[in-house]
């Protein structure tokens, strides 16, 4: 717990005012969110497994490839190009931890790009059975009339279409005994009023990882999805939170504080480790208690 609490795990606080411009760099954020680096301990549990993770450069998406690494995966890393310095630190630390990494920057919002992404994954990987997809986009807008059509496209396209056009492109590459994960949210359930946008993507989430869990069980492949609560991750100082709400972010959970990212990386290698192989069509919360 000593290395956790050097993370401010229990800060009850709240978190300085700070704003950056969207997709937002991790090593920019003050605190910087725990990346489970030296906080999550590995038993095994994905060893021989081989992942394709999107999203991965920060916040959640970095903790999962971090505790996959941890859990003796090999990992092909997704983000976009801007995002390229907090890229090279995940590679940096995955490789300290004696697993292979490959990163492939690049826009999910090209359908092109999610082949391309698969098809590098497969000769870095040789084959893939975990794909995991946690890049997603939410910008606050606190009146429906100021929601730009650009806005509303890019959001839908991220989050919903980029989710069906990787699974098209990974399917024929999945043997029997894969895992898929989606990432919807608490908002997916109790959508704010300010992510108009953003919330309804994620209950589409929530229901297509449903639809797809009961089409490809007979292949032998799991879906499930991860429904985290208010998390310190990039996403939310560049745009995702209206500003003022910063400082008291996450403090309206029954825990009372804002969750760290390695603290959302355990239902991930759970669902995707043979422990959960009776496990789909599900979604597991991890919100601090929010319902
Ligand atoms: P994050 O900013 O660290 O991660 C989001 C990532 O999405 C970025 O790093 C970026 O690489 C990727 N991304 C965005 N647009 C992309 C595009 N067009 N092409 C490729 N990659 C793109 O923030 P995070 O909070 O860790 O977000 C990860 C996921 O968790 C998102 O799906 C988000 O909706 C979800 N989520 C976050 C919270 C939270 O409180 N932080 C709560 C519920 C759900
Ligand atoms: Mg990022």
């Given amino acids: ?144 009339l100021q929601l730009k059509t650009q806005q509303l496209i890019d959001t839908y396209t991220t989050n919903v279409f980029s989710m069906i056009w990787l699974v098209k492109a990974a399917l024929p590459h999945l043997q029997p005994n894969s895992s898929i994960i989606t990432t919807n949210s608490i908002q997916a359930e109790q959508p704010a009023a300010f992510l108009v946008d953003y919330a309804g993507t994620k209950a589409a989430i929530k229901n297509t990882t449903m639809s797809l869990a009961k089409q490809l069980a007979n292949r032998g492949i799991r879906v499930n999805s991860v429904a985290p609560g208010p998390v310190w991750t990039p996403l939310q100082v560049s745009g995702g939170q209206l500003p003022e709400n910063i400082p008291e972010f996450g403090q309206n959970t029954p825990i009372g504080r804002a969750g760290q990212p390695s603290e959302i990386a355990g239902a991930y290698v759970f669902l995707a480790s043979d422990e959960a192989s009776y496990v789909t069509g599900e979604s597991i919360n991890v919100t601090g208690g929010l319902k």
């Avoid at 959640?60 to 390229?84: F, Q, T």
């Avoid at 826009?107 to 992404?117: G, M, R």
Wanted: net charge negative; aromatic share 6%; glycine share 10%.
């Fill in 1 to 144: 717990m000593a290395e956790k609490e050097k993370h401010n795990f229990y800060n009850q606080h709240g978190f300085p005012t700070q704003s950056q411009k969207e997709p937002g760099i991790q090593s920019q954020m003050s605190p910087i969110p725990d990346d489970g680096a030296t906080t999550y301990v590995g038993h095994n549990r994905l060893k021989h497994k081989k992942a394709v993770i999107t999203g991965g450069d920060s916040g959640i998406g970095r903790a999962v490839a971090i505790a996959y690494a941890h859990e003796g995966a090999d990992i092909v890393l997704n983000y976009l190009p801007e995002e390229e310095s907090d890229a090279l630190e995940v590679k940096g630390i995955v490789e300290s931890l004696g697993r292979r990494i490959k990163l492939v920057a690049g826009d999910l919002k090209s359908e092109a790009f999610n082949q391309q992404l698969v098809t590098e994954a497969v000769t870095f990987l040789g084959d893939i059975n975990v794909l995991v997809m946690v890049a997603g986009k939410q910008q606050a807008v606190q009146d429906v």
